[in-house]
């Protein structure tokens, strides 16, 4: 018998136009969260959704955003409406280490934790390990990352410089981070995949921003199979 998401997304599915379906299974095939990126704290709006268009186009399903000084903001022309396509976690509460509660949620999850940061101490991002599920921590663009996090992360990594400039600026940092690392996870042995459960859930999520009044669409079909 089929569960009710199948049967939400055989029904949606007759909206959508094979090409689009094909698409849909193509992108769920290069989808991840054996890695994820952690943005803490970024001010500029238009730095933070180049981040996001980053993520979404390399692959990743999932970021999670802390907010203990700085509210996140978006700028749509930039963003180009990646974020529709990703997971987006907010850690936000007032009086409370917003830092902390996402690397305790991450830990749960089964995550290292790698905080960029171009201390001595640090590792190349050529040379992290990707046996773990990892979670890579970026801070904003003036102060980079907290004095927590940078306590807290289980490795500091940093991009090799090679020139006067001591570094990127947080977009190009974020990308050049993430395509290393995932060009090196998908070539290696590591089970980097989404499980056929969570492809079932995120094709219907998706689904359900492709078509037009899915809401309505899904009320009603609802109504028929109870």
């Known amino acids: 018998m089929l569960s009710k998401e199948q049967l939400l997304i055989n029904h949606f599915s007759q909206y959508v136009t094979e090409h689009k379906k094909d698409f849909i299974e193509k992108v769920l095939k290069e989808r991840t969260r054996h890695i994820t ?3 803490e704290d970024i001010y500029q709006s238009q730095n933070a959704s180049a981040v996001l268009r980053t993520c979404e186009c390399l692959g990743l399903q999932d970021v ?3 907010e203990d000084d700085t509210k996140y903001s978006v700028n749509k022309r930039v963003l180009k409406g990646a974020n529709k396509w990703i997971d987006l976690h907010r850690y936000k509460m007032k009086g409370f280490n917003n830092s902390e509660i996402c690397f305790r949620k991450l830990r749960e999850s ?4 790698l905080v960029t940061d171009p201390s001595p101490d640090g590792v190349s991002i050529n040379e992290i390990v990707l046996d773990q599920k990892i979670a890579v921590v970026m801070g904003n663009e003036l ?3 907290s004095e927590f996090a940078i306590n807290s992360a289980d490795q500091k990594i940093f991009i090799p410089m090679h020139g006067f400039t001591e570094s990127f600026n947080i977009s190009v ?4 981070i993430l395509n290393t690392l995932l060009t090196k996870m998908r070539g290696s042995n590591a089970e980097w995949h989404l499980t056929d459960t969570e492809k079932e ?3 219907l999520q998706w689904l359900r921003k492709i078509v037009r009044r ?3 669409i899904e009320q009603e079909f609802l109504k028929t199979i109870k």
Request: no cysteine; hydrophobic share 50%; aromatic share 4%.
């Open 143 to 145: 102060h980079g990352t």
């Open 214 to 216: 899915s809401d309505l």
């Open 173 to 176: 940092s974020a990308a050049i």
């Open 37 to 39: 990126l952690v943005l």
């Open 110 to 113: 089964g995550y290292r934790i």
């Open 64 to 66: 999670h955003i802390i």
């Open 201 to 203: 859930s995120i094709r």
